[in-house]
């Protein structure tokens, strides 16, 4: 069940077959070998391989510095780190994949990666398709615990950028070959339920033929009841009694409290189509009956204490406890998320387990983590398996720089808000004169493409941590880092594999790759990073390295390939249109993992 993360130990790995593309792993796998050699003496030395940053090479190992300082004054046959440089370089084993390689200043060692091997992999991928490109990850299972709003209350924007977010994590790894559980961790045991549950008996009474169109529209319903609530001691007392019972399981309120699940259901379902996002409900109530279980473990373990009439759980450096508890003997949310937390690493046997939501949680995750750490289902070392992360986001700012409203300062609907992006999208299209070129139905199609893209683009480009601002202009310009401006960059690119005329999947059989200029080299060499791109991202749980990958693609093919190197006509032509076609797959693969769908025309 436990793997070591992030080493270059591929040897344990199953397959390791000809021309998979991940540049990064393949050196490291040869500069292992090398630093088995230079340094006998030094136990598990894990080979530091990055991407240049001088023009000296592709790639460099930045092994030499530290090792020199860990065998220096040990009898080292070694004056400097330059020598132990040039001695890893040595040692390198003969390979198909490094062209050249140097030795830099205090001890880098830098390699060119050979074209030919370049080319080849390339080609290959042309022919067996890019899953072949896929990261391989540590963990075979994981749960993505994301989106999650909660019953009857709104599903505001921070809701939308964990569904954003949370769905590309889940397709990075799936995409890696990970069996992803997507959990929508609803909040539909709370408290407000007894105040909801009350108000629907005090004001439908025949509630059980017409509950939903009741209702109609659940935020209203909420408000009123909560008025009601706060207004009316009577009611309140009540409405209190009504959770006991609920929570007791009495069937007419368990039935009350469906039918109010079901109509905010609906509601988010709107959301969650448009969006194209898969989820599975498994809300706060679902847990509910292990929560005794795991408390009575906790318990028994000794980590639960009295603390005001509560019972709580002390946790390294955090000077609040984990209340588990409450002091009426009720449980609450950090109750529910321990409980999910057992049940996620027994039941469901996840080796991995990610909650996305905005940063402001960040100390209840850190808690319910260290509480599991101390209960032993967590190992201590953060580099182990099981493991479990928080990925927090920052707040939605709207163009005033203040926290995201509509005009009616009122919550943002976030239906109203995707339909507001593909229209405009829409309307975009209609004044590059699209309506007289195309169907009604690829007008549709591709004004909801670009307009749900921009919206899921402009939020994951951006360092996840950081506040982001929401504003139409900029997500939808046609220029600069924006999906509009990726989504077109593709179009155009099928389109000069188009108007060339040719079979591209005939030339994938019979043609050649050959990165001659410059330009082609560069951009074959960049295609090769995907896969190092995506495991760095999915290790990380960054989205925004994607995004980024996918803009430099973009760039690369524009300013150094197709501005510098004639496709159609040229005598290049069969390689240069295979370069595109790799182009178009790899950005495609990119756009699918951030849940953009891509468009062909333009
Ligand atoms: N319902 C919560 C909210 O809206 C988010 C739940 C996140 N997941 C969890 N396991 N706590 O803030």
């Known amino acids: 069940l436990i793997f070591a993360a992030n080493t270059y130990s591929v040897s344990t790995m199953a397959t390791d077959e000809e021309n998979v593309g991940n540049v990064k792993r393949k050196l490291g796998k040869l500069f292992e070998q090398s630093l088995r050699t230079v340094a006998s003496d030094v136990p598990d030395v894990e080979p530091s391989i990055v991407p240049c940053t001088a023009k000296f090479g592709d790639y460099q190992c930045n092994n030499a510095m530290r090792l020199f300082s860990q065998i220096k004054g040990k009898g080292t046959e070694f004056n400097n780190p330059n020598a132990v440089g040039q001695a890893i370089m040595k040692n390198l084993p003969q390979s198909e994949i490094i062209e050249s390689s140097s030795v830099a200043g205090p001890g880098f060692v830098n390699v060119v990666i050979s074209k030919n091997w370049i080319s080849k992999t390339i080609q290959a991928m042309l022919i067996n398709g890019i899953e072949k490109w896929a990261p391989r ?109 609920l929570q007791g399981g ?147 700012l709207g163009e005033d720089g203040k926290r995201f409203r509509t005009r009616s300062t009122e919550v943002v609907r976030l239906v109203d808000l995707l339909d507001e992006a593909k229209a405009r999208s829409k309307a975009a299209l209609i004044e590059r004169g699209k309506a007289e070129q195309w169907t009604e139905q690829e007008l549709e199609q591709t004004a909801e493409a670009v307009g749900y893209g921009a919206v899921k683009y402009a939020d994951l ?101 197709y501005s510098n190197c004639q496709v159609v006509g040229s005598k290049e032509e069969t390689s240069r249109l295979l370069l595109c076609e790799a182009t178009a797959i790899v950005m495609r693969k990119c756009f699918y993992l951030l849940g953009i769908v891509p468009v062909y025309k333009i």
């Open 250 to 396: 009495e069937s007419k309120y368990r039935k009350a409290w469906s039918q109010i699940c079901e109509i905010s259901r609906k509601e988010f379902d709107r959301v969650y189509q448009r969006l194209g996002v898969q989820l599975e409900e498994k809300g706060e109530s679902f847990y509910n009956p292990h929560i005794p279980g795991v408390i009575k473990a906790l318990t028994d373990l000794g980590l639960v204490e009295e603390s005001k009439g509560a019972r709580v759980i002390f946790v390294e450096k955090v000077n609040i406890p984990l209340i588990v508890v409450k002091s009426d003997g009720g449980y609450n949310y950090a109750s529910t998320d321990l409980t999910a937390l057992w049940y996620r690493l027994n039941e469901e046997k996840a080796e991995w387990i990610i909650y996305v939501t905005d940063v402001g949680q960040q100390q209840h995750f850190e808690m319910v983590f260290k509480a599991a750490k101390r209960a032993g289902w967590l190992p201590a070392s953060e580099n182990a398996y099981p493991k479990a992360s928080h990925v927090g986001f920052g707040l939605v």
């Open 461 to 561: 480009k951006n360092n996840r941590l950081t506040n982001y601002t929401f504003d139409f202009d900029q997500m939808l310009n046609d220029k600069g880092n924006t999906a509009v401006y990726l989504l077109y960059a593709h179009a155009r690119i099928c389109s000069i594999i188009r108007k060339s005329g040719k079979d591209i999947e005939e030339l994938k059989k019979t043609g050649t790759v050959v990165l001659d200029h410059e330009g082609e080299r560069e951009l074959g060499l960049h295609l090769l990073q995907f896969s190092e791109v995506v495991e760095e991202a999915c290790n990380n749980l960054l989205p925004n390295v994607v995004c980024e990958y996918l803009y430099n693609l973009s760039e690369i093919f524009t300013k150094k390939f």
């Open 137 to 245: 990850l540590a963990v075979k299972r994981a749960v993505v615990d994301f989106s999650s709003p909660n019953i009857a209350k709104e599903m505001h924007v921070g809701h939308l950028r964990s569904t954003i977010i949370g769905d590309a994590l889940a397709r990075m790894f799936e995409f890696s070959n990970v069996d992803v559980l997507r959990r929508n961790h609803v909040g539909d045991w709370g408290t407000q339920f007894g105040m909801l549950i009350e108000y629907l008996f005090e004001n439908y009474p025949n509630w059980e033929d017409v509950g939903e169109t009741a209702i109609g529209d659940l935020q209203a319903f909420y408000k009123a009841s909560k008025q009601r609530f706060d207004s009316d001691a009577a009611f309140k007392e009540r409405a209190q009694q009504a959770v006991v019972r």
